[in-house]
């Protein structure tokens, strides 16, 4: 069974920078898809960035050219580098896996992923 545990959330100013981690386990030799997503108080938990087993990656366009995702695929870990924060990032962030290499229009829809972690808290004030 597949385990994801999220680091690294934090409260910082706006502007500041944060990296999010996400310690994958019980995957199989097969290959995953894995995404972040977030979700404010009161709002649908939303996709951030996703990224396949060969790092192609797409991200929404509120975080583009200020959110990076990556991964270690040898120590199945995901990260996700945020830089100039806004007050608006505020949120739970999630990470999400799934067996298989998804299309790319698939990366940020919540219904693709099967497994989730608990999330880590991101907290950005003006």
């Known amino acids: 069974q597949v385990q994801l545990v999220e680091s690294g959330g934090g409260s910082v100013q706006a502007g500041g920078s944060l990296k999010l981690s996400c310690e994958a386990s019980g995957f199989t030799n097969s290959r995953y898809s894995m995404a972040w997503f977030r979700q404010a108080p009161g709002k649908e938990r939303e996709g951030v960035a996703g990224i396949s087993r060969s790092d192609h990656a797409e991200y929404d366009d509120s975080v583009k050219g200020r959110f990076t995702i990556s991964q270690d695929t040898h120590k199945n870990m995901l990260y996700l580098q945020m830089v100039d924060l806004k007050p608006e990032d505020t949120a739970m962030y999630y990470c999400?896996?799934?067996?298989?290499?998804?299309?790319?229009?698939?990366?940020?829809?919540?219904?693709?992923?099967?497994?989730w972690g608990r999330g880590t808290q991101v907290t950005v004030s003006s």
């Open positions: 999400a896996a799934v067996r298989g290499n998804l299309w790319s229009w698939k990366f940020l829809l919540r219904s693709s992923y099967d497994s």
